[in-house]
């Protein structure tokens, strides 16, 4: 680890578009876990913060894409086409080859390299801000937009690292390694969220997060009569897609796959309901 952590550096430092001294395929595999465990350790000190951030600025009221959440999509996709693609689009051309050689002296490439692997990482966790509405956001709030996806940001640093060092097929294998983890981290996670129960003389209710979106189980049931609600029962769809079906409210957080049970003797109307989820998302978001 200490030696990953002083090449890292050193590379950055200095950077020089050569291979890594005293290449093996053990260092090879060492590099790619020191890599990753330091990119993990990263993870989980910085994202509450880039989560705050994000939760209280930037989120806008769109739905969550059903067909982006499935279990499929998110291991296919998710761990294989997307690193694969990304790699290609931002690693793959950071070294020095042939085809550069028709039109670029290496002497001029020393001098882009040292650029490219400064900017390519920032680039490549900035676009990550696709996820989040930046439109009419003050001055102040996009200096600090950075922090929401300062994790990818390191993690692209640390993928540069090794593709230049190593290889684009170590570079590859890291960025499907990283999606893959984190994808089941999230998995994890939320099986061990406790159910958001609250049951009282008015009403009960009962939100259930879901890992993942089975889209063939999703359904809504809705019984209500004079402007008030007496039941709903929502099965794999999101909170923001339920609200909108009922109100039309545009709901600034993130929107989830869920289950919700939700019970009244005698009926509550749509502004109270509203009330009850903006309870479920400060004790649960």
Not at 32 to 50: A, H, K, N, T
Not at 113 to 139: A, E, Q, S, W
Request: with cysteine; hydrophobic share 45%; glycine share 4%.
């Amino acid at each position: 680890m200490k030696n990953f952590i002083i090449d890292f550096l050193q590379f950055y430092k200095n950077p020089s578009d050569t291979r890594i001294e005293h290449y093996s395929l053990s260092k090879n595999i060492r590099y790619i876990i020191y890599g990753l465990i330091i990119d993990l350790i990263l993870l989980v000190f910085f994202i509450p913060l880039g989560d705050y951030f994000a939760d209280t600025y930037l989120l806008d009221s769109s739905l969550l894409v059903y067909k982006e959440d499935t279990l499929l999509f998110l291991l296919v996709i998710g761990v294989l086409v997307l690193p694969l693609f990304e790699e290609l689009l931002f690693r793959l051309p950071i070294r020095y080859n042939r085809f550069y050689s028709f039109f670029l002296s290496k002497k001029i490439w020393s001098y882009l390299f040292r650029v490219i692997v400064y900017c390519v990482p920032l680039i490549f966790g900035l676009v990550h801000l696709d996820n989040f509405n930046l439109n009419g956001k003050t001055t102040t709030i996009l200096i600090f937009v950075p922090l929401v996806v300062l994790s990818q940001i390191i993690g692209g640093y640390i993928i540069t690292f090794i593709r230049v060092k190593f290889n684009f097929l170590s570079s590859v294998i890291y960025h499907m390694i990283w999606n893959l983890t984190v994808t089941i981290g999230g998995f994890i996670f939320t099986s061990f969220e406790k159910p958001y129960v609250v049951t009282n003389n008015d009403y009960s209710i009962e939100i259930t997060a879901n890992s993942y979106t089975e889209i063939s189980k999703q359904n809504l049931s809705v019984d209500s009569s004079d402007n008030k609600i007496y039941r709903i029962e929502a099965q794999q769809l999101s909170i923001n897609h339920v609200l909108d079906s009922l109100t039309a409210f545009k709901r600034n957080k993130e929107d989830r796959s869920v289950n919700i049970l939700f019970q009244s003797q005698n009926g509550m109307s749509k502004k109270q309901f509203l009330k009850i989820i903006e309870d479920y998302d400060k004790n649960c978001l």
